[in-house]
């Protein structure tokens, strides 16, 4: 079972990883990504990715895909060959459509144009095999001002600003609604991440079950 974790910029997506794992490792093989990846070139490109402005957006977001694209093959792709194990990702491809969407909406007309451009390249990528769609998308969603907040002190990135983090979190909205079948909304407001934790366990062990 393939599941990612999502949502704005200090809503908790780490740590939920970290505490889902540690809650279901010992009933099933678990395995844990990040994307972009935490392993060779990618996590020592990761700072300059994340914060170099000098990179263009729309080059930026290519270089997110090749990370995805090299995170699956590796990683994903052969945990998914045992059908009792569950990997985890924090974030995976409704991030980059929420925030590519929104970094690069000045190339296009319309916001929807955004999101079905990024949509388009990653259908593509799924149809001939070189990515897949998780299973379940749980979105953490939560106060944005205050996700800003605990952002502060961090390292600096391109997506710190409020405007940024709001309309991501609008498109993040935008895309649940889509897709409700897979991407289920976790309201992270007066619960700990804990507690967050807890309800996707228990959601994702129902589906296990099912």
């Given at each position: 079972m393939f599941v990612s974790i999502e949502g704005i910029d200090s809503t908790g997506?780490?740590?939920?990883c970290r505490l889902l794992s540690r809650k279901l490792s010992p009933d099933y093989p678990v395995t844990v990504v990040s994307d972009p990846p935490d392993f060779?070139?990618?996590d020592h490109l990761r700072d300059t990715l994340l914060g170099d402005k000098r990179i263009g957006e729309?080059?930026?977001?290519m270089i997110f895909l090749a990370a995805r694209l090299d995170a699956y093959i590796k990683i994903i792709k052969p945990a998914l060959r045992n059908q009792k194990r569950i990997i985890f990702s924090d974030r995976f491809i409704d991030s980059w459509f929420a925030y590519q969407s929104v970094k690069n909406r000045s190339l296009f007309k319309t916001a929807k144009a955004a999101i079905r451009f990024f949509e388009t390249i990653n259908s593509t990528c799924v149809r001939n095999g070189l990515l897949t769609m998780p299973?379940?998308?749980f979105l953490i969603v939560g106060n944005v001002g205050e996700?800003?907040?605990r952002s502060a002190g961090k390292k600096t990135t391109v997506y710190d600003s409020t405007p940024t983090q709001r309309n991501v979190h609008k498109t993040y909205l935008r895309l649940a609604a889509a897709s409700?079948?897979?991407?289920k909304i976790v309201n992270s407001r007066g619960?700990?991440?804990d507690q967050v934790g807890g309800i996707i366990e228990a959601q994702i062990?129902?589906?296990l079950r099912n």
């Open positions: 997506k780490t740590d939920v060779a070139p990618w729309s080059a930026r977001a299973d379940k998308t996700a800003v907040k409700k079948g897979r991407i619960r700990t991440m062990r129902s589906l």
